[in-house]
T-cell receptor
Framework: EAGVAQSPRYKIIEKRQSVAFWCNPI?????LYWYQQILGQGPKLLIQ????????DSQLPKDRFSAERLKGVDSTLKIQPAKLEDSAVYLC?????????????FGEGSRLTVL | GQSLEQPSEVTAVEGAIVQINCTYQ??????LSWYQQHDGGAPTFLSY????GLEETGRFSSFLSRSDSYGYLLLQELQMKDSASYFC??????????FGTGTRLLVSP
């Protein structure tokens, strides 16, 4: 079974530029997550989708971050314009809706460096 | 607010037993998960406690006390490959996970 795919793995941009990350979840997983992980910290949830609807985006900085999952499968996270503090690893994860086991499957992440 | 507290770092030697504690305060609680993350790698799921008590999976065990808002991960027969960061995460409902600050485990020979 293929895992969660993310691209690009690494991206370096200057502040005020834009960047987009792509994620393809495990086949059949209705729930998709984007987490931000700053070095030395735990993952922080940015947005959670179930199919193509948003379950939670309360911690997404909506003035600069946007995410979509138009067909209920793959997803794109965009940052525009980027700030220095956006330097982090952006982790995509997916899960089944049931059973409710607290098990998420993570991709390898996209490491963003903002200069 | 949501807060999950873990020790920042734990050190141990090969073959030993180590316990990583997690105390939490969250709005909504359905269970406590544990994840392992090696440097530069993806978090990987280790265990889940939906009910009070001990869950055992090979060398790893996890415990939950809902009344104390407390859980721990117990790692036995430590190996060098267990050196990694360990995160507790609360399922606040609908598989929404809030992660702790993480504990870096260093295993020495």
């Amino acid at each position: 079974e293929a895992g969660v795919a993310q691209s690009p793995r690494y991206k370096i941009i200057e502040k005020r530029q834009s960047v987009a990350f792509w994620c393809n979840p495990i086949s059949g997983h209705a729930t998709l997550y984007w987490y931000q992980q700053i070095l030395g910290q735990g993952p922080k949830l940015l947005i959670q989708f179930q199919n193509n609807g948003v379950v939670d985006d309360s911690q997404l900085p909506k003035d600069r971050f946007s995410a979509e999952r138009l067909k209920g499968v793959d997803s794109t996270l965009k940052i525009q314009p980027a700030k220095l503090e956006d330097s982090a690893v952006y982790l995509c994860a997916s899960s089944l809706v049931q059973p409710n086991t607290g098990e998420l499957f993570f991709g390898e992440g996209s490491r963003l460096t903002v200069l | 607010g949501q807060s999950l507290e873990q020790p920042s770092e734990v050190t141990a030697v090969e073959g030993a037993i180590v316990q990583i504690n997690c105390t939490y305060q969250t709005s909504g609680f359905y269970g406590l998960s544990w994840y392992q993350q090696h440097d530069g790698g993806a978090p990987t799921f280790l265990s889940y406690n939906g009910l009070d008590g001990l869950e055992e999976t090979g060398r790893f065990s996890s415990f939950l006390s809902r009344s104390d808002s407390y859980g721990y991960l117990l790692l036995q027969e430590l190996q060098m490959k267990d050196s990694a960061s360990y995160f507790c995460a609360v399922n606040t409902g609908f598989q929404k996970l809030v992660f702790g600050t993480g504990t870096r485990l260093l295993v020495s020979p």
